[in-house]
């Protein structure tokens, strides 16, 4: 079962990202939001996803090239990596709601395409989505793809080019293995 458990990430991640902050270009002017740092880039717009009762920032949702892309980055072990089995989770789930979800090979490894039902009032639709993910040194990045990039090359090269700049900032607090890493909010243009 070991070897179930190792890591998951493009061959070049730590030269093309998705980059572990002390990986990061330390003079690209990042926007900061705690767990992840984000490059700014023409087109790109930026949202950030709050859980109603704790008012935590949950995930990190990205408009970008006619597609979103959703990120929220996870505490890992040192050793071992989590998109093995977060993937087995995603498909249990998609499947436990009546949808569809088939593994692929995609340019950052090992991916899921899904189709997820959508209840809208009356009638059910369902929605594509591709679910990524890469396992860095103490971290877990997780993205959910919308949009024009599920079934546009062109439109996913463009997003996976926007995953792949994230950078992911563990810190050194301990933390167990797939906590949400915090994420905060951007500080105003102006007051960095």
Excluded: C, H
């Amino acid at each position: 079962m070991s070897d179930a458990l190792d890591k998951t990430a493009p061959a070049d991640r730590s030269a093309s990202g998705p980059f572990d902050e002390s990986e990061a270009n330390p003079v690209r002017p990042y926007i900061d939001l705690g767990g992840i740092k984000i490059l700014p880039r023409e087109g790109l717009n930026l949202r950030l996803e709050v859980e109603e009762q704790s008012k935590r920032i949950v995930a990190v949702g990205l408009d970008y090239a006619g597609s979103t892309l959703q990120v929220q980055p996870f505490a890992a072990p040192r050793s071992t990596g989590l998109w093995e089995e977060t993937r087995e989770q995603i498909r249990q789930q998609i499947r436990s709601q009546g949808g569809r979800v088939e593994e692929r090979e995609g340019p950052l490894g090992p991916e899921l395409l899904a189709e997820v039902p959508v209840v809208a009032g009356d009638s059910q639709t369902k929605r594509l989505a591709r679910f990524i993910g890469v396992d860095g040194p103490r971290w877990f990045l997780r993205g959910v793809i919308g949009g024009a990039a599920t079934a546009d090359i062109e439109a996913a090269a463009q997003v996976e080019d926007l995953f792949r700049s994230i950078v992911v900032v563990r810190g050194g607090t301990p933390m167990p293995p797939r906590d949400l890493i915090p994420l905060k909010m951007p500080a105003s243009p102006g007051s960095a």
